[in-house]
Nanobody
Framework: QLVESGGGSVQAGGSLRLSCEIT????????VGWFRQGPGKEREGVAVIDNDGGTSYADSVKGRFTISQDNAKNTLYLQMNSLKPEDTAMYYCAADSVVLPGRELEASEYSYWGQGTQVTVS
């Protein structure tokens, strides 16, 4: 189960930190990540941590967003700085134990999803 929190409304240039608490089979190593879906748009990958701990970011957020995880708390974070209106979207966290290399930012690779948290930048 994945439960997101931390969304909200912020002015352009501001910051937000999203959290995702992950519960389930902790004996399995998961690829975990953040995805977003804006109005009328397809769901897109934002940032992921793969099974080896490596990170990948969408070009549109590089240098502004940082993904991290606290294994002791089973929590995934997304620190979002210098937010832009185009970052407005519903943000979802996702997990899967098997993600093909090179496809970590593809939503179709993930089986487990949270309910989403809204981020609005004006």
């Amino acid at each position: 189960q994945l439960v997101e929190s931390g969304g909200g409304s912020v002015q352009a240039g501001g910051s937000l930190r999203l959290s995702c608490e992950i519960t389930g089979n902790t004996d399995v190593t998961y690829c975990v990540g953040w995805f977003r879906q804006g109005p009328g748009k397809e769901r897109e990958g934002v940032a992921v941590i793969d099974n080896d701990g490596g990170t990948s970011y969408a070009d549109s957020v590089k240098g502004r967003f940082t993904i991290s995880q606290d294994n002791a708390k089973n929590t995934l974070y997304l620190q979002m700085n210098s937010l832009k209106p185009e970052d407005t979207a519903m943000y979802y966290c996702a997990a899967d134990s098997v993600v093909l290399p090179g496809r970590e930012l593809e939503a179709s690779e993930y089986s487990y999803w949270g309910q989403g948290t809204q981020v609005t930048v004006s």
